[in-house]
């Protein structure tokens, strides 16, 4: 098994009352919720579909990302 590590983002939402989390490594693997923990259950589950989706696609996350 590989093991990568990435950074997340947690926004909070001024307008929304709600947290927003993504990973500027992976594009597009976002969520959010109406608190943290929400967020970070959600983004778990947004992270592994993300996965699925490029192994399923046969695609390969680069190592170098620029942030």
Same mark, same amino acid.
């Given at each position: 098994?590989?093991?990568?590590?990435?950074?997340?983002?947690?926004?909070?939402?001024?307008? !929304?009352?709600?947290?927003?989390?993504?990973?500027?490594?992976?594009?597009?693997?976002?969520?959010?919720? +109406? =608190?943290? /923990?929400?967020?970070?259950?959600?983004?778990? !589950?947004?992270?592994?579909?993300?996965?699925?989706?490029?192994?399923?696609?046969?695609?390969?996350?680069? +190592? =170098?990302? /620029?942030?």
């Amino acid at each position: 098994m590989i093991e990568k590590i990435f950074s997340i983002v947690i926004e909070k939402e001024e307008n !929304e009352k709600s947290y927003f989390i993504h990973c500027p490594q992976l594009k597009g693997c976002a969520t959010q919720g +109406d =608190n943290i /923990e929400d967020a970070l259950l959600m983004f778990s !589950e947004a992270l592994n579909c993300y996965m699925e989706s490029v192994i399923g696609h046969g695609e390969k996350i680069k +190592d =170098n990302y /620029e942030f």
